[in-house]
């Protein structure tokens, strides 16, 4: 409290990445972190002929979660050092909800998980990654 | 020997992917595994104002090049269980390439790994991942 | 329910490795896992000087209780093919508590996650890994 | 050069862990970190019967020989943040080697990989990992 940004923020630094624009990223302010929703369509997907979302799309956006869960959380910029990704089942090109949660947040070193749902609630995959706050310029 | 894939089948099955037709991902066979080449650009930045690609985007390309390692050693598909990636150094928006070699080909798991280098050379992130084989319709 | 291992079939098999024993781990069924209770000394620390766990160790516990949360959920066997552990705070040479929690099980690849809070309930490490049935012989 | 730790200082270093010392590990240097060296035997089994060596022993194998190659090239003492390990087989109880190399050495962040091989030098586990430098006090 204080120490967070507002989600008034987190929207306007989230949309300064091309590539959350591209990905038609909402996001907003969740328990100890932040939720992204975002729709999943065809150019995203493994193949011509499936319905599942690429494994590197589901990686971005399991990265933006946990980043933006420790920049919501602290008030300042962090950059990925290391992300485990686990995939528990195919994501369907539908609607999804990414959820960011900070694990542990140092001066120095941050820790945060995430979580994709499908529509139905389903987990569709998580990570863990270690985190550094980015050094302003 | 004999049961590996062939370079033109490797091309055609990455281009299958609408994400590896926009990242542009020029494919190749390579020691135990591929070697991706593909031309960064601003579409895929970090942040408006920088010169540094998204962390997804580079998730994205380790995951395909450790992915289509597997698949140019054992000439079938194989879908990433999971996935770590290490961040060593910002990856510009510049020409880069990203080798996929195979760790272990199991007959159930595979394990590959990826590195990405920029133009000069320089190692700027690496991962490893487990796989399975696609199940055949 | 019925597929599962019960809590003395659980014991025997964990009284069965050297290492378990050599830890003096007590094992108990939780809630979609297991419980391991154990008390850390001098034998098993980082230094000579410390009063903190070598990370080895505590790898060693979350492993454990990850592997025994298939284990219990699935009444058999299960090997470990990746695992990732993430130190949050030094581990005190004092009573310790693992949880293992079963992320998801399949047929052929289960998934696990695990988490160690020491005497006062403050959380150490987590991990998370990749498991096969282990093929009876 | 000059700013690495020279063999004695290393031995001497690794023998302060009691865990070390119940491993029996003898260190050396090798290229751009560590090699250690120890007989497995049977208090290190995965289960009574087998003949391999249980995950958290090989876990503990990792991590040292990682955070000593980081030591030894840096000078100073370093603590793990977080540890991937790939089992990729069995790892038999006999003699092994595991070799500890830095991957990207860093002021404030480190990286390093290492790798297990048996007597006959098949790979049996490989890691990589985040590390911080330990605070002197």
Chains 1, 2, 3, 4 share one sequence.
């Not at 989600?7 to 907003?28: G, N, T, Y």
């Not at 090109?93 to 979580?115: K, M, N, P, Q, W």
């Amino acid at each position: 409290m204080g120490y967070g940004m507002d989600e008034a923020d987190l929207k306007a630094l989230c949309a300064e990445s091309p590539v959350h624009r591209w990905l038609a990223l909402d996001i907003e302010k969740a328990p100890r972190g932040v939720a992204l929703h975002t729709q999943l369509d065809d150019r995203l997907a493994q193949a011509e002929t499936g319905q599942t979302a690429h494994g590197g799309i589901v990686a971005t956006l399991l990265d933006t979660a946990a980043t933006f869960a420790l920049i919501a959380e602290s008030g300042h910029d962090w950059t990925t050092v290391d992300l485990r990704i686990d995939y528990l089942r195919p994501t369907p090109l539908r609607r999804v909800t990414v959820v960011g949660e900070v694990v542990r947040l140092g001066r120095r070193i941050g820790r945060a998980s995430s979580a994709l749902t499908d529509q139905d609630g389903k987990l569709c995959a998580v990570a863990i990654g270690t985190f550094v706050p980015v050094d302003e310029p």
